[in-house]
């Protein structure tokens, strides 16, 4: 995974790491002997070839250091590693570059070895809105001509797919070899996600970030950060250690995260777009005109007001591409804005996010969106009852072997919020689906529990009339699901077609 054109001279590597980030680190403080060429970087020691250097990463089952072995039987030539001693027992005389941070050291490292990035990187952070950001800014720079490209959980993208990958933030070898290819292709622009595991496990170091934006923290991931205060401090090391200090960042103006975010920008002299619904903010939202098929937007751009019709559904996704916005701006900042304003108008949806599955003419509507966290659903809930004139149907479950303390508030929100609830499972994983099933019908009382999601989805379309709207939510994008540590070819959006060419009600007679 981690081959470059050329080899270096391991001296080399380590002096152009510390000499990119003003440290102190030198050849003579790596522990061992020689100088070897360095043809590649692994962090997974199956994965390691002669010449490649084994990052022998702590994790939270497993440490690294017990595959050193392993590593230097497959011709590792240097070990990153935080535990010298036990290294030195099994490789008495290779080189260990000692570190208390053995992730940091690999992803310098790995930005140094490859060599190669965009010229414009955006990073999006938030619990909810990352995909639709990047896609979005992806689509803005396209329009006029730049070679863009997105990266996350839609996998890499510019005017098409290019590779598909299932993690939001990719592992920091492969993140960095993607950014060589980028730059490789002249792709100047670039859009990715950055989860909170990616930033707190330093994957995203090393890359150069040139605007950084931050669209909400809620409730999720609490089983890996433990808290919010845990959760929003791994989110804010994109703004306070990695965003450029000649960079921008583009934040949320509505969210009680602002005036946190914006300080530790202030403090590094970072520029800041704001943008929101709220009064103050540089890119506001002062209306919404909602119809079945688009809305009608009003907005103000650094106190100039802007309407146009916008072919997406829900206000949430407004807000979205006002942070994509934000970042084309920052990345163009001699640029008329109403230049850009003028593309807005064309941008296109994301799958699995807020996706409307039926026809624009369809008596009633059927929407598969990706909406997994309880204010994720919230928000697709609120958004599309003004987009419907009767019932409000939604089908959902909850991820198995996540944060269990989610399950119980999505069935308190979609009780209050949908008229009819069909509980179904998500990828329940290795849990027992009933009882995931159960734990949201301990907030959600009135809802039905159908096991099977196919016959989940089934029964939504069957009970729809016309004007009714069906949500299916939780999978968005997804094209598999995962049970009992079995992924099996699943997709809602496929599903719900497949249904709805027979079903009664949905289409004009």
């Not at 570190?99 to 690999?106: A, F, K, M, S």
């Not at 049970?483 to 599903?495: H, M, P």
Request: aromatic share 6%.
């Amino acid at each position: 995974q981690g081959e470059g054109k050329n080899a270096l001279h391991l001296s080399e590597l380590i002096k152009e790491s510390a000499s990119q980030r003003n440290a102190l680190k030198t050849f003579s403080n790596v522990l061992g002997h020689g100088d070897p060429d360095v043809v590649g970087i692994a962090s997974n020691s199956r994965e390691v070839k002669p010449g490649y250097i084994f990052a022998a990463l702590p994790g939270n089952k497993v440490d690294g250091v017990n595959f050193v072995d392993d590593a230097v039987s497959r011709g590792a030539v240097a070990i990153i590693t935080q535990n010298s001693s036990r290294c030195r027992d099994m490789a008495p005389t290779m080189p260990l570059i000692e570190t208390c941070n053995p992730r940091l050291e690999l992803a310098k490292l790995a930005a140094c070895f490859f060599n190669g990035q965009p010229d414009y990187v955006a990073a999006v952070t938030g619990t909810n809105g990352k995909s639709s950001v990047v896609d979005f800014a992806r689509q803005l720079w396209l329009s006029e001509g730049y070679s863009a490209s997105s990266l996350g959980t839609l996998g890499l993208k510019t005017k098409q797919v290019l590779e598909n990958s299932s993690l939001t933030t990719p592992d920091t070898v492969r993140l960095h070899k993607v950014l060589k290819s980028l730059s490789d292709r002249e792709i100047h622009y670039l859009a990715l996600e950055a989860s909170s595991h990616g930033l707190d496990q330093y994957r995203i170091d090393g890359v150069k970030i040139s605007a950084a934006v931050f669209t909400n923290l809620t409730q999720d991931h609490l089983d890996y950060h433990k808290d919010m205060k845990t959760y929003f401090k791994a989110k804010a090391r994109l703004f306070s250690e990695l965003l450029s200090a000649k960079g921008t960042a583009v934040l949320n103006f509505d969210s009680s995260e602002f005036e946190a975010l914006k300080s530790i920008c202030i403090s590094r002299g970072v520029s800041i777009i704001s943008f929101g619904s709220s009064n103050g903010a540089d890119i506001q939202l002062l209306d919404v005109k909602p119809s079945p098929a688009f809305q009608e937007i009003r907005i103000k751009v650094f106190k100039v007001e802007y309407q146009f019709v916008l072919k997406l559904l829900g206000k949430f996704q407004i807000l979205n591409v006002l942070a994509a916005l934000g970042v084309v701006v920052a990345s163009q900042k001699d640029s008329d804005v109403e230049f850009w304003i003028d593309r807005l108008r064309n941008l296109k949806g994301v799958p699995g996010r807020l996706e409307r599955v039926t026809d624009s003419d369809s008596l009633a509507q059927v929407i598969v969106d990706y909406a997994h966290t309880p204010d994720a659903l919230r928000n697709a809930l609120v958004a599309l009852r003004q987009h419907t004139s009767k019932r409000l149907i939604c089908v959902f479950g909850a991820g198995g072997e996540r944060d269990r303390g989610k399950r119980k508030t999505m069935g308190q929100v979609a009780d209050e919020l949908a008229d009819l609830c069909l509980i179904t499972d998500d990828n329940p994983r290795n849990e027992n689906p009933k009882r995931i099933r159960d734990q949201i019908l301990e907030g959600c009382p009135n809802g039905e529990s159908v096991a099977d999601r196919g016959e989940a989805i089934k029964l939504g379309i069957s009970k729809l009339q016309s004007g009714d709207l069906l949500l299916v939510a939780g999978k968005g994008h997804e094209s598999t699901q995962e049970i009992n540590g079995q992924k099996f070819k699943f997709s809602d959006v496929e599903v719900v077609k497949n249904l709805i060419k027979n079903a009664e009600g949905l289409n004009h007679e």
